[in-house]
């Protein structure tokens, strides 16, 4: 299959992210994943690219289309690659998993399966994430319409190696001690006594706030950028939209420890699909897109044209990141990377406000769990009060329906994120509803949140924190299906 003149120049605009050929097209390997050199803030930094045989970068077909072909390892490093919300995805073609393994320098996996249809993408389970490696991954829908596609992937960006960064926190990598997973851990055993909840980060992006007796927090790393595209405000991508072009903005956050409020300005915006899975159409503003989401927004150039931020702003910060929507001819000025004001923390009300567009048929469900969040001295996070590899797995049967309640007294919101399925959200402190479809979600401090899933296939799925470093000190468990 190929793309029509048309559809090819619509999606071009989104810079490389947009790859024009056909994944039957594409020659091995599929997709090689290497080092690159980037420039951020007039520094250069050594990162890492997921790049399609056409040197763009990840994937971008067609629903119906296949990912077949080789996965080649250039990094220098091993490799664990997750394929984030493809659910098509065969349980041993997912290195992500408690039974997988590394990916050796030099080696190649041979990869086979459906593209699921939807904005996903891809990135390592390790923290090297932090260093760009993740990339699209997206299967136009067949239904998509006449809409030009702009991928935006954020990131959080620090000059220092996520090994420094943990050790700054204070926390040991026992995610790093199964096959690999996380890279080393830093030397020395976590320091006893410090807790997280009451420590003071000093220079660190510190922000927190009362709620009568709640303290919430976010931001516990300070990062020296944001990115959208792999670029700051100081020089944003300008993607060229035609006057009064619908677009779909497929924005993925790819950051290891940020969430973000998508901030479309002038342009109104209706949200379509979260997570990749379409939900009925609703006017969004501000909407918060936590570590590991997706969100679909559709906005409409007006017909006089002009030019458009789009921004992702950090939560609890002035901080902010985005590209720019820009017909051509349009004046272009310089765009500040801080806001008025600080973004607010997020909270569940997108989740309570959307209604997936094909609900979890009825069914009862078949075992219930209550899902603990912790927080220890030196930098340990916790489900059931207990690391992964202390962890007791989840377990069900194929066909059954599962329940999730997640809780968390902590002081952080937790993306709490599953491998290999998706979910629906249906409950929360203010009752049931027929919420979303995902594969990640949001859980707030203090606030109860129930997610339905049908365990669909057999294998022993991770079920994480997508907060990596938290997920790097112990929240994690398994869902194990037989």
Not at 367 to 374: I, K, N, P, S, T
Not at 446 to 471: E, N, Q
Request: with cysteine; net charge neutral; glycine share 10%.
């Amino acid at each position: 299959m190929s793309l029509n003149r048309r559809h090819f120049l619509a999606t071009s605009g989104a810079l490389a992210l947009l790859p024009a050929l056909s994944l039957r097209a594409q020659q091995a390997p599929l997709l090689n994943v290497s080092s690159r050199m980037l420039e951020v803030k007039g520094k250069a930094a050594k990162v890492f690219s997921v790049t399609g045989a056409n040197g763009k970068p990840g994937l971008f077909a067609q629903e119906g289309e296949r990912f077949s072909g080789a996965v080649r390892n250039e990094t220098g490093a091993p490799l664990v690659m997750h394929w984030h919300g493809q659910v098509f995805a065969p349980y041993d073609q997912d290195r992500a998993r408690p039974d997988g393994g590394e990916l050796a320098v030099g080696a190649s996996d041979t990869h086979d399966f459906l593209l699921t249809p939807g904005t996903h993408w891809t990135h390592s389970h390790q923290l090297t994430e932090q260093q760009l490696l993740a990339a699209p991954m997206i299967a136009r829908e067949k239904d998509a319409g006449d809409v030009q596609d702009v991928v935006v992937m954020l990131h959080d960006f620090a000059f220092r190696s996520p090994e420094e960064i943990l050790k700054e926190l204070g926390g040991s990598n026992v995610h790093g001690a199964h096959a690999g997973h996380g890279g080393s851990a830093p030397s020395g055993a976590a320091p006893q006594g410090m807790n997280h909840m009451h420590m003071n980060h000093g220079s660190m992006n510190h922000q927190s706030m009362h709620h009568g007796q709640m303290m919430v927090h976010a931001n516990d790393i300070a990062y020296d950028a944001y990115l959208a595209n792999d670029r700051t405000l100081d020089n944003p991508e300008v993607v060229r939209v035609a006057p009064g072009q619908r677009v779909r903005l497929r924005i993925i956050n790819g950051a290891t420890a940020t969430a973000f409020f998508i901030d479309t300005g002038q342009l109104e915006a209706e949200c379509i699909a979260v997570d990749g899975s379409p939900c009925q159409p609703r006017s969004v503003k501000n909407p918060p897109l936590a570590q590991g989401q997706r969100i679909d927004l559709i906005v409409t150039m007006p017909k006089e044209g002009g030019a458009f931020p789009i921004f992702a702003q950090v939560e609890a910060d002035k901080l902010r990141t985005g590209i720019v929507l820009a017909s051509a001819g349009a004046q272009l000025r310089k765009i500040a990377d801080t806001a008025a004001k600080a973004a607010p923390h997020t909270d569940l009300s997108l989740d309570e406000m959307l209604r997936a567009a094909k609900p979890l048929p009825e069914k009862p469900v078949s075992r219930a769990y209550r899902l603990m969040l912790g927080e220890e001295a030196g930098y340990r996070w916790t489900i059931n009060g207990r690391i992964h590899g202390e962890h007791q797995p989840l377990e069900a049967k194929v066909g059954e329906r599962i329940s999730l309640t997640f809780m968390n007294p902590t002081m952080m919101m937790h993306p709490m994120h599953i491998h290999g399925h998706h979910f629906q959200v249906v409950g929360s402190r203010r009752g049931n509803f027929s919420g979303p479809t995902r594969d990640t979600v949001i859980v707030p401090p203090h606030s109860p949140i129930t997610v339905i899933l049908d365990a669909d296939k057999p294998g022993r799925w991770f079920l994480h924190c997508h907060h990596l470093y938290h997920m790097a000190t112990g929240m994690m468990t398994e869902l194990k299906v037989s």
